[in-house]
């Protein structure tokens, strides 16, 4: 039988509420005490993990502490720094570049609305989701490739048949179906949940807490 869209939302609400449960204190996995330092480590994030971003970012921070400084930097002094993560050379130069626009536009200081982080180069509707929630208390809801894994397998959406779905449509209709003070807290359990449960290649089925209800639920083979 299919499900309604009624019996769907309910569904999500009633996963959701045992996510709480499991995960009750979610919170971003970057390291950051300022929103310079979020917006520059989730742009680092990309194609690596934020444990690896945590191990280069604090001699980062500590060579430039302002926005004028790492538009100024060195670009082999930066991709020394953060060698570690990957993509270096091309990561140093959305680095310099998102620092020379932030001095140029906006005195050094981050902005703080969608629009204003989406025009800065290199940031896309994801980070600055990211930034919005987590540095400024703003709603926002991050859709990376664990969101969209897990709501997939939720069937929390209307498209995952689809082996790409647009991260914005995603974000538009899982957001309709909570309040928006839950928005970022709910994109980081998803998250964490997809970390640690819901794995791309091989989920925990037999440990989920959500195994009961998930339409994509499979008992192990004995």
């Not at 060698?83 to 981050?110: N, Y």
């Not at 540095?135 to 209307?158: E, K, S, Y």
Request: net charge neutral; glycine share 6%; hydrophobic share 35%.
């Amino acid at each position: 039988m299919r499900e309604t869209k009624t019996a769907r939302i309910a569904r999500m609400h009633d996963e959701y509420a045992t996510l709480c449960q499991v995960i009750p204190a979610p919170r971003c996995a970057l390291n950051f005490s300022s929103p310079l330092q979020l917006l520059i480590a989730t742009v680092l994030s990309a194609q690596t993990t934020d444990k690896r971003v945590n191990t280069v970012t604090p001699e980062l921070f500590s060579t430039y502490p302002t926005a004028a400084a790492l538009a100024g930097a060195n670009p082999a002094q930066v991709e020394e720094i953060i060698r570690p993560l990957g993509f270096f050379r091309s990561k140093t130069q959305h680095l310099i570049g998102l620092a020379t626009a932030l001095s140029e536009r906006f005195d050094g200081e981050v902005p703080h609305t969608m629009d204003e982080l989406t025009s800065l180069p290199g940031v896309g509707r994801k980070t600055a989701n990211v930034v919005l929630g987590n540095a400024f208390g703003v709603p926002g809801f991050p859709v990376d490739t664990h969101v969209m894994r897990v709501t997939g397998r939720l069937r929390w959406r209307t498209d995952w048949r689809i082996a790409k779905s647009d991260p914005v449509k995603v974000e538009r209709e899982i957001t309709a179906c909570f309040p928006p003070d839950e928005w970022t807290d709910l994109s980081h359990r998803l998250i964490l949940f997809g970390r640690a449960t819901c794995h791309a290649r091989k989920p925990d089925c037999g440990h989920c807490p959500l195994a009961d209800s998930c339409p994509s639920y499979e008992p192990a083979q004995s």
